[in-house]
């Protein structure tokens, strides 16, 4: 109500100065004249008139370079000293020619008459029309806090239309009646408004208050601040969570596709990274394409890459299966020599065609920057690879769960022979299977590409990664590799503040190794006859 | 039933060709002119020595993943383990010649602020207790590790993809610099072992014989432990784990001795091979390098100690061949290899050189190596 009030004396009292203002040009003539106490209101009445020109003026003034022309008494700015001063006119810019030692008078400006520049200034600058200068100017204003700048953001915030900036400019002139000399009481309130803003900048404001001679001050001060840093421990706490779930979702990604060609078919499939490397140079070629000849769908490339790579890996993978894989079925350990082979010749294809070095995937438009969430910073490349590896690993449950390919399926892998009986293509069924796992694989390429290197040895990095998030979880359980993989992020990324990023996955491969020894099937093991096959 | 004598005809003919080569090699090395045509030049004495070192190795996981179904993606760890230990003796031997000039600390240490040795670097300075250490440190993991994870009962894959995460976090581990271990680095500019200069070709010579003696020697040891009955209760437990346990052995048992013994037979290898290639650095505890000693074994022909020692000696050879001849075709031969050899020849190479050759003589089937994984 208080606050209310004074806004609407001031704006009263602005109405009532726009009235009688004066042209700037008439203003900054007065400047020389008159006492500094004089002159400092004539600078007040030119903050007042949020003419855009004034801010050149005021800083003019400010810096000492604006001097009185004893020719015709005009008021110009001098740059530079002695024979390389140059003469401009300080409201335009204009420049007015060199200026001869002596000709001018500087107007000399004091302390207090400084002060009341820097205000004006603030005044001007939160009455821009542009609302992201008005909030930085707001946020210059908190982070140095000036009692001198009350009357002027007092005026501001009667004219501010926006909220967020509104807010800005209260907490700003909260900071600034603290470091006056207001009373107590109206001190407290202001702590409450700094508090509400958190964050390490309202921490550095409060923090020369807790030994406030005033003993609520001090206590308010103490309160908000023990507040502050809990709100900001919970910050925290969620930014781990968020990376954690950031490294599971790519986790998540990397390993589901091995869960069904390692998992549901027990094929230890080495190759795997490599088909997720093959998915990321589908991006790469695509949007190679789409640079060349069709600029417009840049934006579209990811969601035009992710079909193509899914076919381009699962095809792959359909081929693998058809010419290595089914010959090795029921020798698993062996899978791996093969499989092994196929990723030798997959990284050497593409170093061959593509060449050793990295290659340029770009980010979509809508793929690039980050947005606010709280006290967090959320970048949208990473928000949309949480959402893209939980729509896949949703679509392949659906996939499994409900359709009639995902029944004969899990028949096969549960139960070759009796499958066989009732009719259902094994071999096929297998190739398809192998295929899609693959395929998935091609869709991981696309989203890592985003956050990876694209070159040969991307699948490399991934690889054993994959096959422990598999493992974890229980091999032939896509739940499990679903909970593993963000567990394990999760996991990892709070661990990495206390002892380093390479020690926490030191300690993660060490507790896998002993989670191992406990439940030797992973988190969810399977159950059945079928274990033992 | 194929004869059961010690030394089978197969192992008779490798110990014998070995034999021809550990006096042959350096013979023609020392005795021969460099004109001449057969003279084996120094560098090809050592890179045959490498060979060597990576056969034994390749014995020692042919011993418990053919003979005890245990495939192991962490051999390459044991082996790079008893490297560091021989590299850790070679940096004391060092002493004050290194660039910084310090009588006891390595280099790196010296650049890295280090005020004292670390306490593990104690007694490295000893020959016996490097040699010690040689065994005790691959043999000690391997020990603990296999405690573990068999009495637990991990088995197949899942052991596999331990062992390799134990490799994994060995690498991560040994590339920190405040492991103490040279970062990653390594251990490298080693000057002599005994007083005798390494680069002196005596002393190569001297390695050469060495490691064909290991390799040799690893060959018969791993022939008695499966000869014995132990050995047999060893494919036992590889063909029909639950049955052999069922039968009254402690299978766990079984497999942490082979896998100890194996690990340290490992490290040997690994602490001849690093005086003769001059470095030791944490890419050895690469998976990919644990993975291609699976491919060795596999190649050579699995179960048969000697086809292992076969195996490693023909891809390592390839490796070198083909890198220098045609570096960008390698990859597609190694690849092309593993794929027709596991397809193919799933009994490898030494299966199909035995198959050859009773084909022309007419022989009857001899004991047959299948293993199920």
Same mark, same amino acid.
């Given at each position: ?20 203002? @004066? ?16 002159? =400092?209101?004539?600078?007040? #009445? ?37 024979? #390389? ?24 400006? *004091? ?44 005026? =501001? ?49 409060? *923090? ?138 997959? @990284? ?52 499994? #769960? ?115 020894? #406990? ?15 | ?158 052991? $596999? ?124 505890? $690469? ?87």
């Amino acid at each position: 109500m208080r606050i209310l009030l004074t806004l609407t004396v001031w704006f009263g009292l602005l109405l009532a100065s726009a009235a009688s203002a @004066q042209s700037l040009e008439d203003l900054a003539r007065q400047l020389p004249e008159g006492s500094f106490n004089d002159r =400092a209101e004539v600078v007040a #009445k030119i903050g007042a008139t949020g003419d855009d020109r004034a801010v050149g003026l005021l800083n003019a003034l400010g810096e000492g370079e604006l001097r009185v022309r004893e020719a015709d008494g005009a008021v110009i700015q001098v740059k530079g000293r002695g024979s #390389k001063a140059v003469g401009y006119d300080p409201l335009t810019g204009d420049e007015l020619g060199p200026v001869g030692s002596g000709s001018t008078e500087s107007i000399r400006v *004091n302390n207090s008459l400084r002060r009341a520049v820097r205000a004006a200034i603030g005044l001007l600058t939160l009455s821009s029309p542009d609302a992201g200068k008005r909030l930085a100017a707001a946020n210059t204003a908190f982070a140095a806090p000036d009692p001198e700048q009350i009357e002027a953001l007092d005026t =501001a915030i009667a004219k501010e239309g926006d909220a967020a900036v509104r807010t800005a400019m209260e907490q700003a002139r909260a900071a600034a009646v603290l470091a006056s000399d207001a009373p107590g009481a109206e001190k407290v309130a202001a702590i409450g408004i700094v508090a509400r803003r958190g964050g390490t900048d309202a921490l550095t404001v409060l *923090n020369p208050y807790r030994g406030d001679a005033d003993a609520p001050v001090a206590e308010a001060a103490d309160k908000a601040i023990a507040g502050i840093e809990r709100a900001q421990q919970l910050w925290n706490v969620g930014q781990n969570v968020w990376f954690g779930l950031s490294l599971g979702s790519v986790l998540l990604l990397a390993a589901v596709g091995l869960a069904i060609t390692f998992g549901v078919m027990g094929v230890i499939n080495m190759a795997h990274g490599e088909l997720i490397m093959i998915g990321a140079y589908t991006t790469y070629v695509t949007q190679q394409v789409i640079r060349t000849s069709f600029p417009g769908l840049f934006d579209w490339s990811l969601l035009i890459a992710a079909p193509l790579a899914f076919l381009v890996a699962g095809a792959i993978g359909v081929a693998i299966e058809r010419f290595i894989v089914r010959f090795l079925y029921g020798r698993a350990l062996e899978t791996l020599l093969a499989t092994w082979g196929v990723s030798l010749i997959l @990284q050497q294809l593409v170093r061959t065609f593509f060449g050793p070095s990295n290659r340029e995937v770009g980010n979509p438009s809508w793929m690039s920057g980050a947005f606010p969430l709280g006290g967090l910073s959320i970048t949208w490349n990473r928000f949309y690879i949480v959402i893209f590896a939980v729509a896949i690993f949703v679509g392949l449950l659906l996939l499994l #769960k409900r359709t009639l390919f995902g029944l004969q399926m899990r028949a096969v892998t549960q139960n070759r022979p009796m499958a066989s009986e009732m009719g259902i293509r094994t071999a096929r069924v297998d190739a398809l299977t192998f295929g899609l796992g693959a395929g998935i694989a091609g869709l991981a390429g696309v989203a890592l590409s985003q956050i990876d290197n694209v070159s040969p040895n991307l699948g490399q990095s991934y690889i054993i990664d994959s096959f422990l998030v598999v493992v974890f979880g229980g091999a032939g359980n896509l739940w499990g590799t679903f909970a593993a993989a963000f567990t394990l992020g999760v996991a990892n990324k709070f661990m990495e503040p206390f002892v380093g990023a390479v020690l926490a996955k030191i300690l993660i491969l060490v507790f896998i190794i002993l989670f191992i020894q #406990k439940r030797p099937r992973g988190l969810f093991p399977t159950r059945g006859r079928a274990v033992e096959g | 039933m194929a004869s059961t004598s010690f030394i089978d005809r197969r192992l008779g003919v490798f110990l014998a060709l070995l034999a021809v080569v550990t006096v042959g090699v350096p013979l023609a090395n020392t005795a021969l002119s460099p004109e001449s045509g057969l003279h084996v030049p120094t560098y090809m004495l050592s890179l045959i020595g490498k060979y060597l070192c990576y056969a034994l190795l390749a014995v020692a996981l042919d011993l418990v993943w053919g003979y005890c179904g245990i495939l192991s993606l962490g051999h390459g760890a044991f082996f790079a383990l008893g490297g560091y230990a021989m590299g850790m003796h070679l940096m004391r031997q060092i002493g004050s010649r290194g660039a910084y000039g310090n009588p006891v600390l390595p280099d790196f240490m010296v650049f890295l602020g280090y005020e004292k040795l670390p306490w593990f670097w104690h007694g490295f300075d000893m020959f016996w207790f490097a040699c010690l250490m040689v065994l005790l440190a691959p043999g000690l993991l391997a020990f603990v590790f296999g405690w573990f994870a068999f009495r637990s009962r991990v088995t197949g894959v899942y052991l $596999s993809i331990i062992t390799q995460a134990m490799t994994y976090a060995l690498l991560l581990a040994f590339f920190r610099n405040e492991m103490g271990f040279g970062g990653n680095n390594g251990l490298t500019d080693f000057k002599d072992v005994l007083g005798f200069s390494l680069s002196s070709d005596g002393t190569r010579v001297t390695l050469f014989v060495l490691s064909a003696l290991a390799l040799g020697g690893g060959l018969l040891v791993g022939r008695w432990i499966t000869m014995t009955k132990f050995g047999k209760v060893l494919v036992g437990v590889r063909d029909a784990e639950s049955r052999t346990r069922f039968l009254g052995y402690r299978v766990e048992q079984f497999k942490l001795f082979v896998f100890t013994v194996s690990a340290m037979m490992a490290g040997v290898a690994g602490a001849l091979y690093v005086p003769q290639v001059g470095i030791i650095n944490p890419g050895e505890f $690469s998976p990919a390098n644990s993975i291609e000693i699976v491919i060795w074994v596999a190649l050579g022909g699995r179960g048969t100690l000697v086809g292992a020692a076969l195996g490693a000696l023909i891809v390592v050879a390839a490796k070198s061949w083909l890198t220098s001849a045609f570096p960008d075709a390698w990859l597609y031969a190694l690849g092309l290899m593993f794929i027709l050899v596991t397809i193919f020849l799933p009994q490898g190479v030494l299966g199909l050189i035995e198959k050859l050759g009773r084909g022309r003589r007419e022989q009857p089937e001899p004991e047959a190596v299948e293993a199920e994984a």
